[in-house]
């Protein structure tokens, strides 16, 4: 079986969503009312989404990787790696998930549906990592 991950035309692939991934960190939303300032909504998350879509769980992974590898090398951190191992982990909780279940359904309704059992899973993610780890550290 031919592996699918390292070949060339994936790893650029993965280096290209990565980059626009690392660029959409910069456009954040600070949520004042609703969560602790250091909580942000950033759209970096499009660009991995569409990378686990179209190259699989795997590649997603490694897109949500280096998106945060990038940003704690170029902006370093605020938060003693606390809030970039959080983003990770919730990140790869909201792509494996749904890109697994659209490669097995090649639809836009397979795409809604693995998107709603993602944000079930970051969700339940974010509330273990954040109850146990995140806050405490």
Do not use: R, W
Not at 34 to 47: G, K, N, R
Not at 76 to 81: L, Q, R
């Amino acid at each position: 079986m031919k592996n699918k991950v390292l070949t060339v035309s994936t790893i650029t692939k993965v280096a290209i969503l990565s980059a626009i991934a690392f660029v959409l960190m910069f456009f954040q939303i600070s949520l004042p009312f609703i969560a602790p300032p250091f909580y942000q909504l950033d759209f970096s998350e499009v660009a991995v989404l569409v990378g686990g879509f179209a190259l699989g769980p795997l590649p997603g992974v490694m897109i949500e990787f280096f998106k945060n590898f990038l940003q704690v090398l170029f902006t370093g951190t605020s938060t003693a790696f606390v809030g970039d191992i959080s983003n990770f982990l919730v990140g790869c909780a909201f792509v494996v998930p749904a890109s697994i279940y659209y490669q097995k359904h090649k639809t836009k309704k397979g795409a809604m549906i693995g998107m709603l059992i993602a944000t079930i899973s970051m969700t339940l993610v974010a509330f273990i990592t954040n109850y146990f780890f995140i806050i405490p550290a």
